[in-house]
């Protein structure tokens, strides 16, 4: 609080007066105390005699007095990053809020949870259950698979609409934030998830909010899926490449030899051959495209997905 002293013109009649400014990180007061010449030489420093007063309070005071609370904002919204290939989500990307047509939540049969977006065109059904039909709370549920026909021991996950489902599906999901209401309805939803659908590399990832206050999350980060765990199978995709032949030997050239360090009780050496097949996978991926030696960069993905399940379950004795 500041106090200070001055003079002041009130109409035709000159008046001391005293300026008090309050500034807290809520409010911002400002009065102003009109002063008789007699109780002014009366008025110390510290303790205040009773005088004639009058104050003035601040414009912006008033209105953060008087005006009702300021309520945080509610977020409902729906988001999809589909990676080409994707089935579910064409390769597009897409966003959907109320301006684009209507979103209701509840709870599905799993005591999880269920969000249906319709906007005309366009409608999507989300279904999100934790392990053993037990209540999502936040928190990262992984290994999810289709919803409702996932084990009871994994969490349960479906994102599907527009005609479009999957019949089997693998993937995660996020819980950031979920509220439930007296009867145990949904009254604030906020998740994030990846999907792969038919055990497929391709991705549909994204969020959805309803009533949340947090701000729309980004994307969850892919995470690499691959049902291909042997050298053969590797070799069977590095054939069916639209490359040229000179890639294609290299790439073929590093899993033999890897093949090789396994048949001969070699495992760091077939460990490096397939550090280097992911090695030149990728390289030939960051290739301008329309060069003879480069290879898409979603089958990139696939290969070094599949070297990294071989790789990983080469034992090496410590």
Known sequence: ???????????????????????????????????????????PEVDMLPVRVSFVVGLTFLLHLFSPRAVAAQTTSLEFKSQTGDYIGGGIDQTFTPADGTFTASQNFNNGVNIFFNGGPHWWYL?????????????????????????????????????????????????????YGATGEVERFAATFEQHCEGGV????????????????????????????TIPVLLLEVGMLQSSGRTRYALQYFLSAAQWGLDNNHPRFARSSLTQFISRAVDASNLDPTRRNAIPVIAADSLVCGASNVLTNIAIEK
């Open 1 to 43: 609080m500041r106090l200070s002293r001055g003079g002041g013109i009130s109409h035709s009649q000159a008046r001391p007066w005293l300026l008090i400014s309050a500034i807290s990180p809520r409010h911002r007061m400002v009065m102003v105390f009109h002063v008789s010449p007699k109780s002014w030489s009366q008025w």
């Open 127 to 179: 279904n999100f259950a934790a392990p053993h039909d037990a209540a999502l709370v936040p928190g990262v549920y992984e290994n999810a698979t289709r919803w409702p026909f996932h084990s009871p021991t994994g969490p349960g996950l479906d994102i599907s609409g527009d005609g479009r489902g999957c019949n089997t599906l693998t993937g995660r999901f996020e819980v950031l934030e979920i509220v």
């Open 202 to 229: 391709p991705a549909l990832l994204g969020s959805v909010l309803f009533n949340s206050k947090l701000p729309p999350p980004p994307p969850p980060p892919t995470h690499c899926v691959s049902a291909v765990a």
